[in-house]
């Protein structure tokens, strides 16, 4: 799907590659049902279901941001490493598609 206004641009689709999200020793998530998520003006953003993330690893954080184009997301932590981990739980319906799944800072693509 695409959307966006004028001079900016967001498109969600099925990603085609296989992620994988490690932090230190510890594998976070690992997904080949990722969603990619491309914006005018940021790097590609992997979108993980969270039934693919170790949620038991993380913990939710007080913090919040909000996006005009997204919506406002949750984060999560481990203890050496603050708000790795984000998620749009009621996104904009132009985004829908990324509802509850997790994105990280730290991500390999295959």
């Known amino acids: 799907m695409t959307k966006g206004l004028v001079g900016h641009r967001i498109t969600v689709?099925?990603?085609?590659?296989?992620?994988?999200?490690?932090?230190?020793?510890?594998?976070?998530?690992?997904?080949?049902?990722?969603?990619?998520?491309?914006?005018?003006?940021?790097?590609?953003?992997?979108?993980?279901?969270?039934?693919?993330?170790?949620?038991?690893?993380?913990?939710?954080?007080?913090?919040?941001?909000?996006?005009?184009?997204?919506?406002d997301a949750s984060y999560w932590s481990l203890p050496d490493a603050a708000d790795l981990a984000w998620a749009y739980p009621d996104p904009k319906p132009e985004v829908a598609e990324i509802k509850d799944h997790l994105c990280f800072y730290e991500v390999e693509v295959s």
Not at 31 to 38: E, G, I, P, W, Y
């Open 13 to 71: 689709e099925p990603s085609d590659r296989h992620v994988c999200v490690v932090h230190g020793d510890q594998v976070l998530a690992e997904s080949d049902a990722a969603l990619v998520l491309r914006e005018t003006g940021c790097p590609d953003r992997y979108y993980i279901p969270p039934g693919d993330a170790r949620l038991d690893l993380l913990t939710p954080s007080g913090t919040r941001t909000h996006c005009p184009f997204k919506g």
